[in-house]
């Protein structure tokens, strides 16, 4: 068994995973959507981008194309989140929630691609 794959395929699982549950949820009822579990999300996506810059060929380029994505729209979530808490005078209201939570969609879909892409690759692979 190859670890480095093993690990390669935990964080992209749970990138996916960490997302999903922060999506899950009326999308205007901020109630339903944690800030830590953002915040986690965000990391493990980060963490799995990195893991994805060594690999030179088509598909890993593709799959670090779906991580930036990814880490994209949880950075613009994030960053939402903060200035309606901290700055906007209205604060976490209903605009900005569902602005969180739209952003964590499109993060929630690259983040599905990616792991269809491991499991075509994984598919492919002979022993």
Do not use: C
Request: proline share 1%.
């Amino acid at each position: 068994m190859n670890s480095e794959k093993v690990v390669f395929g935990f964080f992209i699982l749970l990138a996916l995973t960490l997302n999903f549950g922060f999506f899950i949820g009326d999308i205007d009822n901020i109630a339903h959507h944690n800030v830590y579990e953002l915040f986690a999300a965000l990391v493990v996506s980060l963490i799995a981008t990195v893991l994805k810059f060594g690999d030179r060929t088509h598909l890993g380029a593709i799959f670090l194309a779906t991580s930036l994505v990814a880490d994209l729209q949880l950075l613009m979530a994030a960053l939402i989140w903060g200035y309606a808490a901290h700055i906007s005078p209205t604060g976490l209201d209903t605009e900005a929630t569902v602005a969180i939570v739209s952003f964590s969609g499109g993060a929630l879909l690259a983040n599905i691609v990616s792991v269809i892409l491991l499991l075509a690759e994984t598919m492919t692979v002979r022993r």
